[in-house]
């Protein structure tokens, strides 16, 4: 089986996982803005990812029906949490 790189390389997104900065210390990539706005919820007042992972919590609590995307950004923005504020 022959795969064409240029073809595979030209369909992959690669800004959905690039970085952005919120406020003065937050960072958060383009997909994860994305699901934040989806939701209405307020990630550019938020001081902490801490703060915006309580949000995403209690979006995610009130909801009927689980939103993969949603569980997705919680994990990967409480990761990056973990890694930049634990003592190493």
């Not at 900065?21 to 001081?47: A, D, F, Q």
Request: proline fraction near 1%; include cysteine; charged fraction near 30%.
């Amino acid at each position: 089986m022959e795969y064409d790189i240029e073809q595979l390389v030209g369909q992959m997104d690669f800004t959905s996982n690039q970085l952005q900065t919120i406020g003065s210390n937050i960072m958060l990539t383009n997909h994860e803005i994305e699901v934040l706005n989806r939701y209405k919820i307020p990630y550019s007042n938020c001081h902490s990812l801490k703060e915006i992972l309580f949000e995403v919590e209690e979006v995610l609590e009130d909801m009927d029906i689980v939103d993969e995307d949603l569980e997705s950004i919680s994990e990967s923005i409480s990761e990056r949490d973990y890694y930049q504020n634990t003592n190493k």
